[in-house]
């Protein structure tokens, strides 16, 4: 019996393996298409990859970069229900929370944008991702007036600018 134990450990030795990369090879090139500023590719990619989820992490992971990518698209609202899809499954990824944030605030729901804002902040303290989204929080609930403006409506004596 301790033989045929042993023989059946060997046997699933065997069939394992190490991966060394990215275990969803689209999920990595459609983050780094989106990382690039290719959207439409990262899109593309990044569905691929999502068909491909293994792992709740991946589907996670998939779901907020469709977010951020369709956001790069112009195409806002879809964006926001993959950033909704996962905040629904778990209230731990920072990602989901700021790309929700940027959309809220490109929809003028501050108070929404906050409120993720604070979520995200929660989890992920010092990241400068969200130090970059909360500065255009503030830009747009908080506008700083310029300190200095600049008359050029004055001109020398005749009318023409003297060079």
């Known amino acids: ?66 977010c951020a ?4 698209l112009g195409r806002i609202e879809t964006g926001l229900e ?22 809220y605030i490109r929809l003028q729901r501050f108070d929404e944008a906050e409120q993720d804002l604070l979520s995200a902040e929660a989890i992920a303290p010092g990241s400068h991702t969200l130090q970059a989204v909360r500065a255009m929080w503030r830009d747009a609930v908080e506008p700083v007036a310029p300190a200095i403006i600049i008359d050029d409506r004055r001109q020398p004596p005749g009318g023409m600018d003297e060079d």
């Open 1 to 66: 019996m301790a033989l045929l134990l042993v023989l059946v450990g060997m046997a699933a030795a065997q069939d394992s393996k190490t991966v060394i990369g990215p275990s969803n090879l689209p999920l990595h090139d459609g983050a780094n298409a989106l990382l690039s500023g290719d959207a439409e590719e990262g899109v593309r990619l990044t569905h691929l990859g999502l068909s491909q989820a293994g792992t709740m992490k991946e589907r996670h992971t998939a779901w907020s970069n469709l």
């Open 82 to 103: 993959y950033c909704d899809l996962v905040i629904a499954e778990t209230d731990r990824n920072w990602r989901a929370y700021s790309n929700r944030a940027l959309i």
């Open 69 to 72: 990518g369709y956001v790069m």
